[in-house]
């Protein structure tokens, strides 16, 4: 029930929005809030349901066609023109259908190898934490690149600057993430469970 609500309520913020779309959500107001918060509610509820009554399956070459899927829909940012409230419902069954179908193609597929496992297991570690930390480092570059204008506009030097810049805002990105696993996450993890799951001696 809650995810069929969180579905509609979903599909009506796509489709009554005024761009026809589910951007927003990026401050503490009433209408931002709303945005953001019926933007949260139906992942959250389809992924407990996901995780509860889909068994994953085995699927050949499952990080191949769940990629494709992707490059696909990504390739494919607005559709419908002029008629917006198209592309709110394009949007709304992207995340509804399609990115569930992705997360179930991925459960799906097998990692075999040390490398691609250990690599596997520190994308999916730091998968959240880079998501939750990655916009002040978006702000941070888009602010140098404001200050520098100038330079960038000037200099002979831009296009390597640029590049070595915005790998420099990828690394520290994806190192402020690990340390969020390691230094936040992991320890209070394992306090909440020592503390709440762990049956204690009669």
Excluded at 74 to 102: A, C, E, K, M, T
Excluded at 106 to 118: D, E, I, N, Q, R
Excluded at 141 to 159: C, E, G, H, I, Q
Excluded at 170 to 187: E, F, N, R, T
């Amino acid at each position: 029930i809650l995810v069929f609500v969180a579905g509609a309520a979903l599909i009506h913020l796509a489709v009554s929005s005024p761009n026809g779309d589910v951007i927003g959500g990026w401050s503490v107001e009433p209408h931002q809030f709303r945005i953001g918060l019926t933007r949260l509610l139906y992942p959250f509820f389809a992924g407990l349901l996901l995780s509860r009554i889909c068994k994953p399956g085995q699927i050949k070459n499952a990080f191949l066609w769940s990629a494709l899927l992707l490059i696909t829909m990504l390739s494919i940012p607005r559709v419908g023109g002029s008629q917006l409230w198209i592309n709110g419902l394009y949007d709304s069954l992207s995340i509804i259908i399609v990115f569930p179908f992705v997360v179930f193609i991925g459960a799906s597929g097998t990692v075999s190898g040390k490398f691609s496992s250990k690599l596997s297991k520190f994308l999916g570690d730091i998968s959240y934490p880079i998501y939750i930390i990655h916009y002040p480092f978006i702000y941070m570059y888009m602010a140098w690149v404001a200050n520098k204008r100038d330079f960038l506009s000037t200099s002979p030097y831009a296009t390597v600057t640029l590049v070595l810049v915005s790998i420099g805002v990828l690394i520290a990105s994806i190192a402020c993430a690990y340390g969020c696993v390691k230094l936040y996450d992991v320890p209070v993890r394992n306090w909440l469970s020592k503390r709440f799951m762990t049956k204690k001696a009669d």
